[in-house]
């Protein structure tokens, strides 16, 4: 052992420290991360130093999160958690304020306001004076005014004080209410089209809508940064990550995904159906050998003399299920039956047929929808704007969606035809005609019912699961991505 | 032990050197596999410069590229090693003639070294000049030979029954691609550096056009990078790839296209987008207004 070396690891312990809590943050919010994982962070980031932020991140990253959905997750807590460290990222960096020269520029020409000037910053700049620097650096893309412009807003109003339990969309609402994204956009393609000489074609006014909403998207993710920062040093870094805390994309609940939330899903989707149809098929191709050929095996023996030494087998040929997917679409389940839709259409061709109907207090049938087109997600659109799925008032009425269901194809199922139901059997205290329930599970190999709801909230209210429960082969709670695949996995 | 990299910007700038691009993540990712001796586990769509990735660390550090291409159906005998039977059959008959021969004598003599037929994996342990292993589409062979590939990447080893443990003789810069159609064992994820390739950005791959393609104009390629960034963003079956896009930047420059109009973009888009439903897609996001009153 060299003089050195202890002084070296007393150097790096609160590093350690900060980077077990990390850790231990990191698996709280679900991030599987093994021991030994953990020692590859450590090792990595004594070669990486501390004051270089991106590297430093991108080191952790590589070592600690190995899905790339748990990249948002990650990138959201190592910005709580190291927000305050790294000297450009001081709270209020009045000294190196870009506002300092940029009050130099703007003033010119225009009478400085009144009064205050002396503050420094952009404390003494009229709301008018912010949208318009606003409206410029947008204009311009100007990264550092925009990181300015972001502080100075937040500071201004999200009249933010300590220890006010409010959570962080509180602040960004009230901060984006006051800068009205929306309109500078508007502006600032107003102000595009009046420099282009000749007008701009859709197709070039299309690409200035994209430039300017990346813009705007930096814009927005600079303020929700700012607040995050300060909300950190308000609160410390363990309790802002606990508030933080977002669920995975897998476990995202359907009935209460934000909109944000929702793209997340919707790009999720992709990778876990291409995963699951792989998957199938590989699993369809390894299935054991069939049961023996007999006359094969007679046919071959004869190149042994009569002597069956070379026993042949038929081909496997397992069921391919007939599926019916019945899925109610009104407003607190839509996401819920999209999803599945999705799903089951991505893998449909590990289904002999697959039919789809859709209902809220009428029932339509959409399958025509989803075949021939090769875009699921333009098939969805579909179904909700044109399905014919309204028979009264547009609420939820699951007795008379079944009693068309049974009326006109309830002769169709036959004894391959395995039944997926969708929805919360929330009622609005409708007769459950329950018996046709039970009569397809009479005709129809299975009948499964999938629910979206947790299942502590099962017949409270106007739920009747119970009630159609008892007739199926199983209701299943499918909350989110996860549950949904390995349900459909299982079906096949 | 002597290091391949100096700094992450060392890495930054021999890449650059070798054309390829890199950003902040993937030169820090290369720099770490170095010194911390892990292989690196790169994920993401497809063309997205995964491949390419292992090929410039080689070029740049002047190292042997040695290539595993995986697929359904791979093992032992194609990746790790294999006995040359049939060489050792012709020794068997030769020592038959001549009757002083005894068994354990033949038999240490044909599971040896000389009998022995490195595959890639053994290929890159044994090796004395540095190499770049890279084994490509991992993602694609079965769980189960997965298992193949773990000793040699937490051990830098390989076992072979008949011979015993072959250490490697000089650590290699491994690199595996995936493309994520299943999901990689956890054991195979925890020994490796995990980067994610997704789309470059606007910037990067405009960089990346003014590289790549010869006589292209800056602000072609700027059209080019704006275009391929919209089109992203559609909700598409197969987004363009890097390289779709360097194939476009090319046929452009080939027509002697200097600005990008809705025309020629309808046009040539085909080259970008490969399924039908793509393309007409794209073409109506980009022939309509969708935005009537800006135009007033």
Not at chain 1, 38 to 58: G, Q, S, T, W
Request: charged fraction near 30%; charge should be negative; hydrophobic fraction near 40%.
């Amino acid at each position: 052992m060299t003089t050195t070396e202890p002084a070296e690891t007393s150097s790096n312990q609160p590093m350690f420290d900060l980077l077990e809590g990390f850790v231990a943050e990191l698996r709280s919010a679900g991030l599987p991360v093994s021991l030994s994982e953990n020692i590859d962070a450590a090792e990595a980031v004594r070669h990486i130093p501390l004051e270089d932020r991106l590297a430093f991140k991108y080191a952790l990253a590589a070592t600690l999160v190995k899905n790339n959905a748990h990249w948002k997750t990650f990138e959201t807590l190592f910005e709580v958690y190291f927000s305050l460290r790294g000297s450009e990222y001081t709270l209020d960096g009045e000294d190196g304020d870009p506002f300092a020269d940029m009050d130099l520029d703007m003033d010119e020409g225009e009478q400085g306001p009144p009064g205050d000037g002396g503050q420094g910053g952009g404390e003494g700049m009229s709301p008018e004076e912010l949208a318009e620097l606003l409206f410029q650096a947008l204009m311009k893309g100007d990264e550092i005014l925009m990181r300015a412009i972001a502080r100075q807003a937040v500071k201004r109003y999200a009249g933010m004080e300590p220890g006010r339990p409010v959570g962080g969309t509180y602040y960004l609402y009230r901060t984006l209410r006051n800068l009205d994204l929306d309109g500078v956009m508007e502006r600032l393609m107003e102000q595009r089209q009046e420099q282009s000489p000749d007008g701009m074609t859709p197709f070039e006014e299309r690409l200035e809508r994209d430039e300017f909403d990346s813009r705007i998207e930096q814009m927005r993710k600079e303020i929700e940064a700012e607040i995050r920062r300060r909300l950190v040093a308000d609160r410390g870094a363990e309790a802002m990550a606990k508030t933080l805390r977002k669920p995975l994309p897998e476990d995202v609940d359907f009935m209460h995904a934000s909109r944000e939330e929702m793209t997340q899903l919707r790009r999720a989707i992709y990778p876990l159906t291409r995963k699951l149809a792989a998957r199938l098929a590989r699993k369809r191709r390894h299935k054991r050998k069939g049961p023996l050929d007999f006359r094969s095996t007679v046919r071959h023996s004869l190149s042994y003399g009569g002597v069956p030494a070379d026993p042949r087998f038929k081909h496997p040929k397992p069921a391919k299920p007939e599926i019916f997917v019945i899925a109610d679409i009104s407003g607190s389940v839509a996401a819920f039956a999209r999803f599945t839709l999705h799903l089951v259409y991505a893998i449909s061709s590990q289904f002999s047929r697959v039919r789809s109907f859709v209902f809220i207090d009428g029932l339509d049938e959409v399958t025509d929808y989803f075949e021939g087109v090769d875009d699921i997600t333009e098939a969805i659109h579909r179904v909700n704007t044109e399905a014919d799925v309204v028979w009264v008032d547009g609420h939820s009425d699951y007795g008379h969606a079944f009693e068309v269901f049974w009326d006109n194809y309830g002769s169709e199922i036959g004894p391959k035809t395995t039944v997926l139901i969708l929805g919360d059997a929330r009622n609005n205290y409708h007769a459950s005609q329950a018996w046709i329930i039970k009569e397809i599970q009479h005709k129809a190999r299975k009948l499964f019912w999938l629910n979206p709801e947790p299942k502590a909230y099962w017949d409270t209210g106007d739920s009747i699961v119970g009630e159609y429960g008892a007739y199926c082969d199983g209701t299943f709670e499918v909350r989110n991505l996860r549950q949904l695949e390995r349900f459909v996995d299982n079906l096949v | 032990m002597t290091h391949r990299f100096d700094s992450v910007d060392a890495v930054r700038e021999g890449l650059r050197k070798v054309d390829y691009l890199a950003d902040e993540s993937i030169a820090g990712i290369a720099y770490l596999a170095d010194r911390l001796q892990k292989p690196v586990l790169i994920e993401g769509p497809a063309g997205t410069g995964k491949t390419q990735l292992a090929k410039s660390v080689a070029e740049m550090s002047g190292a042997r590229l040695i290539r595993l291409q995986c697929y359904e159906g791979l093992d032992e005998a194609k990746a790790l090693y294999e006995w040359n039977y049939k060489k050792q059959l012709l020794r068997i008959q030769v020592e038959r003639g001549d009757e002083s021969g005894e068994w354990t004598e033949i038999k240490d003599d044909i599971f040896s070294d000389e009998f022995l037929l490195p595959r890639p994996l053994l290929e890159a342990i044994t090796a004395d000049d540095p190499v770049v292993l890279l084994i490509d589409e991992v993602d694609r062979v079965e769980l189960e030979t997965e298992a193949l590939l773990l000793e040699i990447l937490s051990d830098y080893q390989v076992s072979i029954p008949e011979l015993g443990t072959i250490e490697a003789k000089q650590i290699p810069l491994v690199f595996l691609t995936s493309n994520n159609t299943r999901e990689l064992s956890e054991a195979l994820k925890r020994r490796c550096l995990f980067l994610h390739l997704d789309y470059p950005s606007m910037d990067r791959e405009k960089e990346i056009v003014l590289t790549k393609v010869p006589d292209v104009t800056d602000s072609l390629a700027d059209q080019v990078a704006r275009i391929v960034r919209s089109v992203r963003q559609l909700e598409l079956k197969k987004h363009p790839s890097v390289s779709e896009t360097l194939d476009w930047a090319r046929t452009l420059v080939l027509l002697g296209i200097e600005h990008i109009d809705e025309k020629e973009a309808v046009e040539t888009v085909n080259i970008l987008l490969k399924y039908r439903s793509d393309i007409e897609k794209a073409v109506k996001e980009f022939s309509t207004n969708s935005d009537a009153h800006f135009t007033g």
